[in-house]
Structures are given as structure tokens and as C-alpha cells.
């Protein structure tokens, strides 16, 4: 792992023979809020011109794990898709730009993928490109080395949630979705979500740590016939942490069961700082905490 800042150290890395893959995990910059992202832009600038023949001779992925979340986004109907949708940018070494290779990057713009996509990708790099000097865009069937499809080359298929390897929670397909306008059914399933919110802090045995949420409001909620059942993409407030959460609820003719995991919305604060370092710390409305 190299650090960005350190351009010397970056650049005797990258001189000393051999190919390299490094990863450079940045989250401090603009974890909580995009505000304090802009400032950066000069120092990341300088750096990619000081390093311009080492990043011409270089693929770089440049991305996020998921979306903005910060500065309540997630209470806004884009800013509820955009924490779904992380950023990517890939840029290819010089020599391949504006061949078939690149072709094949640009097509996939606006197309779907994972990061299994990535994953295979990177290995589409490390092994298989190379031996056709980065020139073969056919298909290729990337089992069992990953589950993806490397972006470099052609795919095949319907690329969409339902056949991509894509949880509900972070799916950002646009279906035909209805809202769901009646007050008794909003309750019911808003009621349900709390509950099995708290079973899930009891089944991870944080129920000492965290306070038992309940519902007060929904934000939205719309439904669309999946099958002999509904989908119900619910996004609630709770409280007594006042936060926004969301998950899928299906409903069928035995009942109620939740489809999905549960996402935290808007911002989380301190309020979950019992469990730092914890995947359920979004979740968590630590007992003892007063403020929302």
C-alpha cells in the first residue's frame, strides 16, 4: 500500500524493474461530507503531473465503495440512488488509448457492473492480457477465477439485478415502481421494520449496547410485483435515533420476511460510537446516547 503524498517513494516504486499493483486507500478526506473533498483537487492534480509518464505507462482505477452518504444525501430521491452508484474512473496506459481496447471501456460507460467485474478486470490484467499485448476484447468466461466480467472485453447477456450478483440494498436499476400512499399499510410495514431491526441487534448481541428502535414515520415507500409477491422498497425514520434506514421487505401469501439488509441513510454521527469498527455501527443508537 503506498501512500499518495509521497511522490518520491511513488516514483522509486514504480522505477524498480518488475510491474507492480499497489492500492492506495484514502478515506479521511471526504468520508462524512463531500465539502471537504474540493481542496484536495490541487494537490491531486500536481501529483498526476508529476507523475505523468509513470501513470501513462499504468492502468489506475480511481473509485469509491459506494456513493455519497454524507450531509443527510441519502433523505434526497437522487441522493437515495447516488449512495448506491460509487464513483469510477479507469485510465489505460497511453500506448492502448484509442484502440479496440479502449473502445470496450468507453461502451461500458453507462452499463452496469460489480465489483466482481473489477475483480475479474484486474486479473484479465495480471494474466491473460498480456499474452495478446492487450489487444483481446472477445469474451471470455472468467470461471473459476472470478464470478465477474472483465471490463476490457465484450460481454454477453442482460446486465441488470436480477442477473448480476447485485443485493437488493445496493441496487440502483430503475424499475417501474409504484409509492405506496395507504397510512395502514405504510404503519404496518414500518412496524414490521423496526421489529425485525431489533431482532437483528438482539441476533448480533448488541441489544446491551444498543437502544430497541421503533417506528415514526416513513420517508418512502414504493412496491413492485415480483412473481407471486410484492417488493417493498421501505426507507423509514426510527426512533428515538431519528435516522433515516432502508432495506426491501417481500410480502407473499405466508406473510411478511425481510429481503435484504438494512442501510443506513443519513448521517449516524456518535450515536453509534459503542460499537466503532463495527459493520452494525450505522445501526446502533447506543444506549446512554441523548442526542439525535
Known amino acids: 500500500m503506498l501512500r499518495v503524498g509521497t511522490a518520491i517513494t511513488f516514483k522509486n516504486f514504480c522505477s524498480l524493474g518488475t510491474p507492480k499493483i499497489a492500492q492506495t486507500w484514502i478515506t479521511g478526506i471526504a468520508h462524512g461530507t463531500i465539502r471537504n473533498l474540493f481542496h484536495t483537487d490541487v494537490h491531486f492534480l500536481k501529483f498526476f503531473q508529476r507523475n505523468r509518464n509513470i501513470v501513462n505507462n499504468s492502468f489506475f482505477f480511481i473509485m469509491g465503495d459506494h456513493g455519497p452518504t ?11 440512488h447516488e449512495s448506491r452508484n460509487p464513483f469510477l474512473m479507469v485510465v489505460i496506459p497511453s500506448v492502448y488509448r484509442n484502440t479496440s481496447l479502449h473502445a470496450q ?23 491473460l492480457q498480456p499474452i495478446a499485448n492487450f489487444s483481446d476484447i472477445d469474451y471470455r468466461d472468467m470461471a473459476p477465477l472470478s464470478k465477474g466480467s472483465s471490463i476490457l472485453r465484450k460481454w454477453k447477456g442482460s446486465r441488470n439485478c436480477r442477473t448480476l ?12 415502481k409504484m409509492e405506496v400512499k395507504q397510512q395502514d399499510l405504510k404503519m404496518m410495514l414500518g412496524k414490521y421494520f423496526a421489529r425485525q431491526l ?20 416513513s420517508a418512502l415507500i414504493t412496491k413492485i410485483q415480483d412473481g ?23 410480502r407473499s401469501k405466508y406473510g411478511l420476511r425481510m429481503s435484504s439488509a438494512f442501510t443506513r441513510l443519513d448521517t449516524f454521527g456518535r450515536q ?4 466503532k469498527e463495527d459493520p452494525n455501527q450505522p445501526l446502533c443508537h447506543c444506549i446512554g446516547t441523548t442526542t439525535p
Open 70 to 80: 454524507g450531509a443527510n444525501i441519502g433523505k434526497l430521491r437522487l441522493g437515495y
Open 105 to 127: 471501456l468507453r461502451n461500458k460507460s453507462y452499463q452496469l457492473m460489480t465489483n466482481f467485474d473489477l475483480h475479474a478486470t484486474l486479473l484479465d490484467i495480471l494474466k
Open 165 to 176: 450478483p447485485i443485493p437488493s440494498q445496493h441496487c440502483i436499476c430503475q424499475y417501474n
Open 198 to 217: 431489533n431482532s437483528h441487534l438482539i441476533g448480533e448481541n448488541l441489544h446491551r449496547k444498543c437502544q430497541m428502535q421503533y417506528y415514526n414515520q
Open 228 to 250: 407471486g409477491s410484492t417488493l417493498y422498497d421501505v426507507a423509514v425514520y426510527l426512533s428515538p435515533s431519528n435516522g433515516l434506514f432502508s432495506a426491501f421487505i417481500r
Open 272 to 275: 453509534g460510537d459503542c460499537l
